[in-house]
Structures are given as structure tokens and as C-alpha cells.
């Protein structure tokens, strides 16, 4: 399944996972660049409304940051100021390791919409 280009590769009916496989980002290893290797984001699912259009709150990400996979999740209110920097889940030398983390944290997330 698609969400704007992006793939679905967890998904719990509840929350779910999505990856941007056409994203190109230089790998940690040689430092070239290879497509399907992208950041994806942790959504949760909830009614639609203005502010959601398509249902979905972003509620966490994992993306590649010096060449290590870092996921961070919401967990407070502060998620309204400017500036504001979701806690850190770690680092991670793969990909698959921070989308497990993510995944594993989904729970813990700090929802807008119940």
C-alpha cells in the first residue's frame, strides 16, 4: 500500500510505518548514493478533520543523521512549540533497527487525536 509515494511496511490497523523509497541518501558504508534507502515517519490513525486531512497524526520519524539511523518519537504536549525536537529512541547502525524501535515506542507516543 501507497501513501503519497510513500510505502506502508508496518501497519497495526491502529498505527503504522511508511518509507520513502524514492528518497536517495548516501549510505554510511561507502558513502555513495543508493535510492530505497529513505526516512519514513510513525503515524496514528484518526478521524479525519480540518487539521487531518487524510486521517493520520505524525507521531515519530527515523531518518539517516551522520551516517547512523536515528528514530525519535512524541511523547509531551511541547510538540506545539517552535524549535521542537521529538526525544531521541537512539541510534542505530541499520535502517531496520530504527523502524524496530520506532514500532517497539508506537504505544508510548504522545496523541493529539484519540
Known amino acids: 500500500m501507497q501513501i ?3 510505502t506502508i511496511v508496518l501497519d497495526d490497523g491502529e498505527f503504522l510505518i511508511d518509507t520513502n523509497e524514492s528518497q536517495v541518501v548516501k549510505t554510511a558504508m561507502d558513502g555513495k548514493s543508493a535510492a530505497g534507502s529513505g526516512a519514513g ?7 479525519p478533520d480540518p487539521l487531518m486531512t487524510n486521517g493520520l497524526e505524525c507521531v515519530g520519524e527515523y531518518s539517516l543523521r551522520d ?3 536515528a528514530a525519535s518519537i512524541q511523547q509531551t504536549a511541547t510538540v506545539f512549540r517552535v524549535g521542537y525536537i521529538p526525544p531521541s529512541l537512539g541510534m542505530f ?6 523502524i524496530a524501535a520506532l514500532w517497539k515506542a508506537r504505544r508510548e ?3 493529539l487525536h484519540i
Do not use: V
Open 67 to 69: 551516517g547512523q539511523w
Open 41 to 47: 515517519f510513525l503515524f496514528h490513525r484518526c478521524p
Open 93 to 98: 547502525g541499520c535502517r531496520l533497527d530504527a
Open 109 to 111: 507516543a504522545w496523541l
Open 4 to 6: 503519497n509515494n510513500c
